[in-house]
């Protein structure tokens, strides 16, 4: 590999990494609703809680945002750079874009989960495999109606479905590759959630619980209109 290419990967990585962290939720909840997303509801700066603020309405343009953020910069190094041939280091671009977005500089390094750009990744890998993820959560979705256990199911299965992936429906590539990006993503997600945006426990509930309910439910708490409900520390320096 030579200089040049090592450069246009670090380029690339940067303007990734970037996208990712321009919080597209949190401007939105501020230009177009006059709220800091951190201080309101579940306190997450992402599309879920914009659309619990402002309104569902918000939320495809959200979805669409993210979905381009996270296709975007691996379509590009494809088919404008040309770094096709370095498909280990293609396929990982994605993973800077959920990093910037899940740890925001421009917001002190707290972040919304990054489930759309993960998503979006997909997209720009195999829009295949995308829709079949897309099927596959909605029908959980519509078993259950939870959301977030949903989710977790679908970050669970994919990466052993990228496996048998047919290589001829991946845009970039291979099955292996796939794979450790769905994989590496899950776990990106699963320890935002793990840790959410950093601050401290909450003293009144027990530490076992409230792990558990951020793994399967992504919230501290079990009943979710209670924890949209709530209002977040507005004595915190965020």
Not at 17 to 43: C, E, K, N, Q, W
Not at 52 to 62: A, C, D, E, F, N
Not at 82 to 101: I, M, Q
Request: glycine share 10%.
């Amino acid at each position: 590999m030579t200089t040049a290419t090592l450069s246009l990967f670090a380029a690339l990585w940067a303007a990734a990494y970037l996208i990712g962290a321009t919080p597209v939720s949190y401007l939105m909840g501020r230009a177009f609703g006059g709220l800091d997303l951190r201080r309101h509801g579940s306190g997450n700066v992402g599309g879920s809680n914009l659309a619990s603020q402002l309104g569902r309405r918000w939320l495809p343009l959200v979805v669409a945002v993210d979905l381009i953020r996270g296709a975007a910069p691996v379509l590009f190094g494809q088919f404008v750079l040309g770094l096709g041939e370095y498909p280990w280091l293609l396929v990982a671009t994605p993973l800077f874009t959920l990093l910037g977005n899940a740890w925001s500089p421009f917001l002190r390094f707290s972040g919304g989960r990054s489930v759309g750009v993960w998503a979006g990744g997909l997209v720009g890998i195999s829009p295949s495999l995308f829709i079949a993820a897309l099927i596959t959560y909605l029908c959980a979705w519509l078993a259950s109606k939870r959301s977030a256990e949903s989710l977790l199911v679908v970050m669970c299965v994919l990466p052993f479905v990228c496996l048998v992936w047919p290589q001829a429906w991946l845009l970039v590539g291979s099955s292996w590759q796939f794979a450790a990006y769905t994989a590496l993503g899950a776990m990106l997600i699963l320890s935002k959630r793990l840790v959410s945006n950093g601050g401290p426990m909450p003293d009144d509930l027990p530490r076992r619980a409230v792990m558990i309910n951020r793994f399967l439910r992504d919230r501290d708490i079990a009943d979710r209109q209670q924890w949209l409900a709530r209002a977040p520390d507005r004595t915190t320096d965020l």
